[in-house]
């Protein structure tokens, strides 16, 4: 009874399949809480864990997910991946499909944004941890089922700040306006250095970037822009050189203003928090899909251990295994649900299932032996 109650969660997270990546397909999740993605050397010279909480969907067959970096703000001051929104805007985009890791990363209690001419090494901090975190994730994209060619990374205020600068500052001479960086070198720590730093889309959230002519060509990650336009924290004129910048050299960029609204309005606790932070999910929403629908097909069986032909198929389809196993058991759905059936084999290395009579449209195979499960996405013509 158990297993059955298994399978069917499975398909009608199916059912809801095509609305993945814009709708909350998934009503449970899966989370680690307190991990550690790397150390680094603090302001005072002590050696720091980094440590990140992640999310993922529950009973998701997809083996490779977009993951999003998510960074809190507090002025590279405070602040912690623990705030209440941050927790329900990761759970948030979890539920539509995603990976989502929100992460911590060093502070400086001194530091001072607008009084830092000469020494900005709390945001250089910063940003070493979040492209090392952006290495510890694809290095260890198999544990967590991360499409590694879908890396987004965001975050609000200063972790706004420091996504941007993660993804747009990879060359030494754009360090210059970093003078006390230490390392003083775009990528800092060398851990899993053979997967890169690379990300695919940047959430700037009432953030700004103090050099946006690192931002070099047209044909780097896009941004997603908010802000609102009473920020006196970080002004909406000097925020907007970003989207000035992403314009002028052709990149896109999505942007939103909220209008009379302060800064990072989706806090918790501020007034209409929760309007606001649904708002900010559906900005992150809209701005994602395009990049990431394609994934969809990702859907499909891509190991030796199985193969499904032919695919389109129309009144028969052929299982083939690599090899004979004592038992295969077989189970057949529609996207929709309407259409529900089950075969079992013994001591066999092929599986023919008959389809006579079953409607046009995309179903989904789920074949399980030898204690593992296979899925693959057909379509009956």
Not at 49 to 56: M, Q, S
Not at 58 to 70: G, H, S
Not at 145 to 167: L, Q, Y
Not at 241 to 261: C, D, M, W
Request: proline share 5%; hydrophobic share 40%.
């Amino acid at each position: 009874m158990k297993k059955l109650i298994i399978l069917i969660l499975l398909f009608l997270n199916f059912s809801a399949y095509s609305q993945r990546y814009l709708s909350y397909v998934f009503s449970e999740l899966d989370s680690v809480i307190g991990g550690n993605y790397g150390y680094a050397i603090d302001y005072l010279g002590n050696n720091q864990n980094l440590l990140f909480d992640f999310y993922a969907p529950r009973l998701d067959p997809v083996q490779q997910r977009p993951l999003i970096i998510y960074i809190h703000g507090g002025g590279f001051t405070s602040g912690t991946r623990e705030y209440q929104s941050i927790k329900l805007l990761s759970q948030k985009m979890a539920r539509k499909g995603y990976a989502v890791a929100s992460i911590d990363y060093r502070l400086d209690p001194k530091f001072r944004l607008y009084d830092s001419e000469s020494d900005r090494r709390a945001m250089t901090d910063a940003m070493h941890d979040a492209k090392q975190a952006i290495r510890y994730f694809k290095a260890n994209a198999e544990y967590f089922k991360i499409d590694t060619n879908r890396v987004f990374i965001g975050g609000e205020s200063a972790g706004a700040i420091t996504a941007m600068m993660a993804a747009y500052v990879d060359k030494q001479d754009e360090m210059i306006p970093y003078p006390m960086a230490n390392p003083n070198n775009p990528i800092g720590s060398s851990s899993n250095s053979h997967v890169g730093n690379q990300v695919h889309a940047i959430m700037c959230l009432c953030g700004m970037f103090i050099d946006p002519t690192a931002i070099e060509s047209s044909n780097e990650a896009p941004i997603l822009w908010t802000h609102g336009s009473a920020d006196t924290y970080i002004p909406i004129s000097l925020a907007f050189n970003i989207v000035l910048r992403a314009s002028n050299i052709g990149l896109p960029v999505q942007t939103h203003v909220y209008e009379g609204a302060t800064h990072c309005p989706w806090y918790y606790g501020n007034p209409d928090w929760e309007a606001y932070l649904d708002s900010t999910v559906n900005d992150i929403t809209t701005f994602l899909y395009p990049k990431v629908e394609t994934a969809l097909s990702l859907f499909e069986l891509q190991d030796s251990e199985i193969s499904m032909s032919p695919n389109p198929c129309k009144d028969y389809l052929n299982i083939s295994l690599n090899k004979h196993y004592p038992q295969v058991n077989i189970s057949l759905a529609s996207l929709t649900a309407q259409v529900y059936q089950n075969w079992r084999f013994e001591n066999t290395n092929e599986a023919y299932l008959d389809l006579k009579g079953l409607a046009s449209g995309l179903y989904i195979v789920r074949v399980e032996f030898d204690k593992s499960i296979h899925f693959q996405k057909i379509l009956i013509n």
